[in-house]
């Protein structure tokens, strides 16, 4: 069975940090993208950021300059720093995976709050 164990989540103030992993296990074959999304109440879930398995990254508009992505291909593993982080960053996180055969796989979802 896929498995995707996400960790890191929490609640911020603004202007603080904080880093999310994930972790791939089981039957994923051959992990192509990794990535976040997120959804916040009464929002669409929606890509924060992405990584391929040659290290081609892309950012929502939101989150470029603050955030960064990087994966441990040796780990399945893909982590989230977050920083400079504001109240529209609250969320539940979801991490994401999909294989070279096009399978998606998706995490239970992490809540990051960030308030005063």
């Known amino acids: 069975q896929a498995q995707l164990v996400e960790s890191g989540g929490g609640l911020v103030q603004p202007g603080g940090s904080l880093k999310l992993s994930c972790a791939a296990s089981?039957?994923?074959?051959?992990?192509?993208?990794m990535g976040w999304y997120r959804q916040a109440p009464g929002k669409e879930r929606e890509l924060v950021a992405r990584?391929?398995?040659?290290?081609?990254?892309n950012y929502a508009d939101s989150v470029k300059g603050r955030f960064t992505i990087s994966r441990d291909n040796a780990k399945n593993t893909v982590y989230l720093q977050m920083n400079s982080l504001k109240p529209e960053d609250t969320a539940v996180y979801f991490c994401?995976?999909?294989?070279?055969?096009?399978?998606?796989?998706w995490g239970q979802g992490t809540q990051v709050t960030v308030s005063s």
């Open positions: 990584i391929t398995s040659g290290g081609t990254v």
């Open positions: 089981g039957s994923i074959v051959s992990i192509n993208v």
């Open positions: 994401h995976v999909r294989a070279r055969t096009y399978s998606n796989y």
